[in-house]
């Protein structure tokens, strides 16, 4: 057989005998140092597997000689955060939420677990930067339907509005003066051309003239005579740029005709009071808090 091998002329190797489109392999070892690297990572994959889990089978993994699970490594890591913060929940809890604002340590505590408590029961609707939508309210503003102290917004939270799963939710209800037809077609739109007027916006100056003494008789009573807003009754400002339901006449002669009455779930038996401290703390914070 020795006759049979062939030796590369230029680099005098011995070929394997393979050869594609004229070009020779030739036979050269591996050096000793990589086959000797390579033979101690199987013998460590080996020890790997029996000391830890590996294998799998029909009912599970195969546990491995010391034990150890990532599993049991979360749990305990999820423990130890708890064990963390069980002095500042314990001591969130057995604070009035208004007193929390004087405890900065707590405040910072608050605002954290309030954040991570908005991103995944409030973001759906007020948006991932608290900026609301149509329908939705603005959390950034200071623009209050029931009020933007650090306790309205908690009773907020615990109670909903309109929730009617909750007892003490908020409820302000707007009559719908059109379809229940409370008010002339007329008088609602001229009523809309005001309220667009209070709000400093384009609108009929006879019209407006006209819709002022419809809203004395039928609409300063919840939104006061300037257009303020009532937050004790949940009447919005009329007299802002703040739109829940936008701002064209068109858009406010729809919301006096057949008024949209959103509702806001309630926190408070789902999350518990702390949570909803937090969350309180969080949305107070945000920069329109009052």
């Not at 505590?109 to 948006?127: D, I, L, N, P």
């Not at 919840?222 to 936008?246: F, K, R, T």
Request: hydrophobic share 40%.
């Amino acid at each position: 057989m020795a006759d049979k091998k062939e030796i590369d002329e230029i680099s005098g190797v011995e070929t394997t005998g393979h050869e594609w489109d004229g070009i020779k392999e030739l036979n050269n070892p591996l050096p000793r140092w990589w086959l000797w690297t390579f033979y101690a990572t199987i013998i460590w994959s080996i020890g790997y597997t029996i000391a830890y889990p590996a294998w799998p089978g029909i009912t599970g993994a195969t546990t491995g000689v010391l034990g150890w699970s990532s599993r049991a490594d979360l749990h305990q890591d999820v423990a130890d955060a708890k064990e963390a913060q069980a002095v500042y929940l314990d001591k969130l809890e057995a604070t009035e939420v208004a007193d929390v604002l004087g405890d900065a340590e707590l405040v910072q505590f608050a605002t954290a677990g309030g954040s991570s408590a908005y991103k995944v029961y409030c973001e759906q609707c007020h948006g991932s930067g608290a900026s609301g939508g149509p329908g939705y309210p603005n959390l950034n503003d200071d623009a209050w339907i029931w009020g933007g102290t650090i306790d309205d917004i908690y009773l907020t939270l615990m109670h909903g509005i309109r929730y009617e799963q909750d007892d003490d939710t908020r409820i302000s209800d707007m009559p719908a003066f059109g379809t229940d037809e409370l008010l002339e077609r007329d008088q609602i739109s001229d009523v809309a051309w005001f309220v667009r007027q209070i709000s400093g916006q384009e609108h009929d100056a006879a019209a407006a003239e006209r819709g002022a003494v419809v809203y004395e008789e039928q609409c300063g009573f919840c939104h006061g005579d300037a257009g303020e807003g009532m937050a004790e009754v949940g009447a919005p400002n009329l007299s802002d740029a703040i739109w829940l339901y936008g701002g064209t006449h068109e858009q406010i002669v729809a919301q006096i005709s057949a008024p949209r009455q959103g509702v806001m779930p309630a926190w408070g038996a789902r999350l518990g009071e702390t949570t909803v401290k937090q969350l309180a703390v969080y949305v107070h914070g945000l920069g329109g808090g009052q």
